[in-house]
């Protein structure tokens, strides 16, 4: 209730409060009472069972919304299932412009909507700092059954250093998924002589791999009269790889050395693994040109047919992919034309111990509820529905009877849903809600075995499910050495950054070095570098920084 005005003040005032003590704060759209102690402005029921909101909790409100990955209006069917079945709409923030930009503005100015989609990190952990979000472990012990039953111990891994949650995330949970490969054309492949492990899911050993580029090499010195090249690399993308070579030896993002946390630089493996791209390169196997081609550039290279090999994750070669097969001369063969991601062993590396699947178990994004919000308890209410099962199923596959139905207890797809987005992935997503927003979505399967990830999971295309054959088992959680190096803003912060550039610096140069011994030359002069740079304080930081993290996860 709200009284205007100071005449009526004096009558009403002991009503006024004894109507607050019993309704609490719950006051819809209209709520204006600030948070309680414990962070629950609102007392009435908690969800049921299924994970709908209860009607005591059907009461229309409003939250204000900040994604900073999707700006679209809250009014698709999905969406609208969503309110439907919470009571819950959302004033979805546009987030125009550089989003990063955008939050530091919003904090820096205390103009914080309700609820927020923040990138884990540096700004996430800004916000934290700054108190602009609401700790949630009292409102999850109150109202978030189904968001313990989802997250269960991941709560403990997203902890601040002060105990307390402030965030949930989404695509959390570790997942056998693979990353990294060596992309490599599968007609190509038969027509080498690679013989089964074309698709039996046996690894090729370093050797195997190097023969099949020189026999490349030797069998296509052009193509369509343009200079072929076995392999080349996406020069804006280094992180993929680097990913890729460093999955071959099985590093890890850190070398640990004597119960200290050092740079993947001083890994004996990564030297090796210098030696090794080296060598590729100057037997002529690689582009030249690898180091300053352009995503288009490279994606026009790998849809020429001139090259046989790339380094990069299976799904960033989609456009090359649909090329070639439209180019393929048998069309009952053009899913062979493909590139198709494979495992090679490093020697001396355990097959069974690579590294071609680096995964944070911790998520990409967290959903906190900002200390504007008036009405927190409705809000993780809400929040406990899209994490519950019945939520994630709503988000990702779309409204039961309409685009998917329950058959013999499992959730089966109907396939208007694929139809339409192999037709046109973003305006069907757009139009129908699937798959539009990932808040608080978990990777896996629900507990009929279907996925959670209808359309990235569910029904596999031919690179997709030999991806998994061949590399799912490389996958590895990374959450322990996540955003271990120094907060932001800091003189450290600065160091890292400069070792960091000295490290992009070196790379190509390495790699395209005249010889091993210049190498090994540019190898040695990068550490000098690093070092006066300050790595030795950083890799003191990611120690510190380390065993912090696993005192807080026991």
Known sequence: MRVKGHY??????????SLLAACGSNKGSDASSSPS???AASQSAAPSESGSASPADDKPITFTFFDKNVGDAFNNPVAQEIT???????????????PSEKLNLMLASNDLPDLMSIGRGDILDKYIA???LLPLNDLIDQYGPHIKEMYGDMLNKTRSADGKNYYLANWYGLEQYPIFGFLMRMNVLEELGAG???NNGQPFTQQEFVDLLKKYQEKYPTVNGKKAYPFTFNGENI????????????????????????SEVKDPKFIEMIKFMNSLYTQGFIDPEWATNKTQQYEQKLSSGAIFATADAFWNVGNPNTALKQAAADQAKKDAAQFYPYKVVADGADASKLTYGPKSSLGWDGIGISKSNKDPARAIRFLDFLASEEGQYLMMWGIEGV???MKDGKHVPRQEVFDGFDKDWAGYSTKTGIRKWTWAVKNGPGTDGTPYDLIGRYRQDPVSSLAIKNLADTSFDTAPYDNLGPSGGTPEAIMQQKVTEIGDKYFPRMVMAPS????????????QEMETAGLSKLEKIYTDNYAKRMELWK
């Open 516 to 527: 091993e011994a210049d190498a090994v030359k540019l190898y040695d002069k990068m550490l």
């Open 8 to 17: 009526y003040l004096a009558v009403v005032m002991i009503v006024v409060l």
């Open 84 to 98: 439907k079945r919470t009571g819950v709409s959302l004033e979805i923030q546009q987030p125009t412009g550089n």
């Open 37 to 39: 102690e414990s962070g």
């Open 239 to 262: 992180g993929a790889v680097k990913g890729t070579f460093k999955g071959m030896y099985g590093m890890m993002p850190y070398y640990e050395n004597n119960g200290q946390l050092q």
């Open 130 to 132: 700054a108190g602009a």
């Open 196 to 198: 089964d492990k074309i």
């Open 403 to 405: 685009h998917w139905d």
